[in-house]
């Protein structure tokens, strides 16, 4: 690969979705419309926590216009004694997350579920469905769910031998962090909280579904992954998979908020139900209450080191918010923490804790970017103690190639020295600051990354075109990126690549968009199949001939042939070899499955400068860079776009983005009105510094890009308000209340 | 969802007739950008909507005979911002407006809407409180006139009487030296509500201020108009004393709650902070040295 011209890997191609997107065309899920199509509308729990004891649909039947009701009695049944994996997730959870069961557990918990011939009138039908309900004491932040007398959302649920809203713990450990902090000579111990914080995915979630009388299902529905979507509902529904079409439509955002299932599953008991076509489609306040934000947390973290900056020892507690159920991202928070750095001594620990509030969801390195907000604030403290640059105590630290993590590898190379090394060089860094109120923060982030299960086709048409069929929704440009790398391949032009997205009876399994893994495993795949092709190629040029198949290259999108008969023939086209092909074997094309390895992690540094409004609280971003090492940018607007995503999302977590409660248990700020994701001009210019080195073990040296970026946010920024105001404040998020609040009560100490 | 009646009355006499005929079971509508929002999400369920965009009253911008400005109640922010003098005259009463939702809503949204919506965080409020407008308001009894502080009652809720309809707004005319600005404190740059917004209206004359108004929005179950903080600097060459003192006078004004928007301790300190900041404005503009 590394003698390839690189005509189309590394350029900025026009994306194939593009055209229809910007014009209108695309079509996402609620476009989707058929005859005789029925809306579904949910029934939402008025309660944070009760117990159901009984649902009366009778009324809801009988209004004319309603075509079918369900509850979670419709649904195969997943006992809660009984573990069902499927990924990240359990069907237990799934299952009583998509309609409650025995209780609700969170204010907005769908309940029951109507079909009717419009709209209004299943939400008046929703509204006859009578619930009696046992009303219980809830719990909605951490400390609410431990404490003694707190209320406990699931009897089955023990910890320490009692029952407890502690789901579930996770360890890392390295060395021995006792004998690491008895060597340091500084050591800063803090604690941390941050808020929940939604994707904000722009559509809300949407699907229509059909159910024929044989119980043959066909899926239109936004999501990170049709065959996500395909199993979950065959697993809920009980209807095999093999019935199962799953069609992904355009996706407006995911940012891992869509690797789970809400609708899905409902709309097909309905359809199946109503014998109609079924279409459910959120509203804001739906997404807002009722779907997976990412964890708040609580954490403490302490690090040790010697004066000459070495860190001896790094101990992080981390207690994440799971929602109603089961299953926050610990492993996120409590693994990634600490891998940028080379340290001996290490223990993370995480703790998932249930409260009434939604399930959270993925979201974009789940947990990760907790887990470094309170490492990298501990460290910018550390350097300061040590009067070290805080860019060189990282570096002196950095993992390298042979490192070995807390939380398992050793490292293979990788580029986090070349992230920090980039950002001490930059213009950014060496840029002074010019305002009173201005500062400026750094932090490091790592994240996993992940190959697993991808399915390719390449075809090559009878007019000799390519066709390529992969199975993952394209969320961050992987379709271009993808036709970048078969033109590569190929040696052909970028036009004469078509990309497109299988629904799950026309390609393979293929595991969701999520992990920052699509590009990585499905270039794989396709890099597989083309190799294949181009073989093919050879071949029916070798029969043409009349030679020998490894007589015959393939350069710059056509067949030659070599050594003895290079002067005998005249080179074939594609276009010519397409033509031909029938009479010389049949249709070419060639497919790849495969459970994609060597997706090795992700690591970036990021440099922010903030100016504070100290009278008014208000923290301004008024320059920010990300340096990360990307592997190779297949399509740098792409990875640019990735980049750039992940540190807007950063800073709206950093400062204005929180799920707020009322007293009664319930968000009061269900929209983006009051639930503040930064806007275009809150942000300056977000800039990328693009660090490649290959990964060693991808033939095009992928690298996952999507989640990283996200990682450090929170920390730069908090650590640049830290610079601006000499005031640590490690709440998030830096809203403005809490903002001022923070400089007053500075400014009332100084004066005591 | 029930059928709505849709009436779209071409004279102020029509739309007093089928507004008051509906009896309390009707709607203004005027830019549409809250009601529409309310009757989307369930908030309000009107049998009628009364569309006041075709009726020559609620629409026109006029100069009046004293010097002084007529704008229509259902005037749209963009159509104000067009007038070739009226942001000269009254830059913070436009700016105020201009401040509601982005380009699209601009071209909907009204003063009037604005202020008969009733919400105590509304932009363009507070610069008309401090601009000594006064409401116009038509009704079944006839027309009658209320300043524009004693419009709104509460949030959601106005002092006009059952059938009333906001007609237009009268502007007095300024003396040389006198302007007005308005400024508002959100979380983020755009695309937010209020959660302190002031207006300020004054008149210097060789540097010293004889006439000014102070309106303080978000800070109160409604709009205040804030007599201490005009005291403090009438009469001053609005020396930092004075303006510490008006300050000071708009936090004392302030009985604001704690909600998602911002805290009581947060917003009582920001009205001083914001005032400071909107009367160098104003005074600015006005034509201080």
Known sequence: MNDQSHKWIGKRTIRPDGADKVTGRAAYAADATMPGMVWGKVLRSPHPHAVIKSIDTSKAEALPGVKAVATAADFVDFPVDTPVPLGIQDMRWMSRNMLAKEKVLFHGHPIAAVAATSEEIAAEACALIEVDYDVLPFAIEIDDALAKDAPILHDFIEFEGRKSNIAGTLEHKLGDVEAGFAEADVIVERSFTTKPVHQGYIETHACVVSVAPDDRTTIWSSSQGQFMVRAMTAYLTGIPQSHIKAIPA??????????????????????????????????????????????????????????????????????????????????????????????????????????????????????????????????????????????????????????????????????????????????????????????????????????????????????????????????????????????????????????????????????????????????????????????????????????????????????????????????????????????????????????????????????????????????????????????????????????????????????????????????????????????????????????????????????????????????????????????????????????????????????? | MSDIRYLAPQTLDDAVAQYAAAAGAARILAGGTDLLVQMRSGLKKPSTIVDVKKIPELTAIEETADGGFRVGAAVAGAVLEEHPTFGKVWPGVLEGLNLIGSTQIQGRASMGGNLCNGSPAGDSVPALVAAGAVATIAGPDGTRELKVEDVPAGPGKTNLKPGEILVSFTFPARPKGSSDAYLRMIPRTEMDIAVVGVGVSLTLENGTCTAARVGLGAVAPTVLLVHGAAEAIIGTKLDDAAIEKAAAACSAACNPIDDKRGTIAYRTKVAGVLFKRTLAIAAERAGRA
């Not at chain 1, 101990?315 to 799971?322: D, K, N, R, S, V």
């Not at chain 1, 939380?407 to 992230?419: C, K, L, N, Q, V």
């Not at chain 1, 790592?446 to 075809?459: H, I, R, T």
């Not at chain 1, 950093?654 to 009051?674: C, Q, S, T, W």
Request: one cysteine or more.
């Open chain 1, 250 to 752: 355009e996706i407006g955002g995911g940012f891992g908020g869509k690797t789970i299932v809400y609708l899905e599953p409902v709309a097909t008991i309905l359809s199946k139900k109503s014998g109609r076509p079924v279409k459910m489609v959120m509203t804001r306040e739906e997404v807002m209450r009722a779907t997976g934000p990412t964890s708040g947390s609580k954490s403490t973290v302490k690090i040790g080191a010697k004066k000459d900056g070495t860190i001896v020892a790094g101990q992080g507690t981390f207690y994440l918010q799971a929602g109603c159920l089961p299953g926050s991202p610990i492993r996120g928070a409590a693994g990634c923490a600490f891998a940028p750095y080379d340290i001996k001594n290490v223990h993370s620990f995480g703790y998932d804790v249930v409260s009434n509030r939604s399930k959270v969801a993925a979201y974009r390195a789940p947990g990760a970017p907790i887990g470094a907000f309170a490492v990298e604030c501990v460290l910018d403290e550390v350097a300061e103690k040590l009067g070290m640059d805080p860019l060189k105590l990282r570096l002196k630290n950095a993992a390298k190639e042979g490192t070995k993590a807390a939380h398992g590898p050793t490292f293979p190379r990788i580029g986090y020295a070349e992230t920090v090394e980039e950002a001490l060089n930059s213009t950014h860094y060496k840029t002074p600051l010019t305002g009173k109120y201005q500062g400026r923060g750094v932090a490091s982030g790592f994240w996993f990354n992940a190959g697993g299960e991808s399915s390719a086709q390449v075809n090559i048409t009878e007019d000799g075109n390519v066709v390529v069929t992969t199975g993952h929704p394209d969320i961050g440009g992987s379709r271009a990126s993808i036709a970048n790398i078969t033109a590569e391949l190929l040696g052909i032009d970028y036009d004469q690549v078509s990309v497109q997205i299988g629904d799950t009876a026309t390609i393979g399994y293929s595991n969701l968009t999520g992990g920052s893994r699509v590009l990585f495993a499905s270039a794989m795949v396709v890099t597989e199949s083309t190799e294949q092709v181009i073989e093919q190629l050879k071949g029916r040029a070798a029969k043409i001939w009349g030679i020998d198949p490894s007589q015959v290259v393939w350069e710059n999108g056509e067949a030659r042939p070599m050594g003895e008969h290079s002067a005998n023939f005249p080179s074939m086209s594609l276009e010519e070899l397409a033509a031909k092909a029938n009479a010389t074997g049949g249709p070419i094309g060639a497919g790849s499955q495969s459970n994609t390895v060597g997706a090795e992690g992700g690591f970036a540094t990021h440099v922010c400068d903030v100016e504070v409004d100290v009278d008014l609280g208000i923290v301004r971003v008024i320059r920010y860079t990300c340096f990360q090492d990307v592997g190779r940018a297949i399509h740098p607007s792409y990875v640019e776009g990735q980049l750039q995503g992940g540190m807007a999302q950063g800073i709206g977590w950093a400062l204005n983005e929180e799920y707020i409660y009322d007293k009664n248990g319930r968000v009061d700020n269900p929209g983006f009105l009051d639930y503040r994701m930064p806007v275009c001009s809150d942000l300056p210019m977000l800039d990328c510094g693009i660090i490649e080195i290959p990964n060693p073990k991808h033939p095009q040296g992928v690298r996952g890009v999507g989640e990283v970026p996200l990682v450090p946010g929170p920390a730069a920024v908090r650590n640049a308000v830290y610079d601006a105001l000499g005031i640590r404040i490690d709440d998030l998020p830096l809203s403005p209340p809490s903002v001022l609040a923070a400089i007053d009560a500075n400014s009332r100490q100084a004066a005591e």
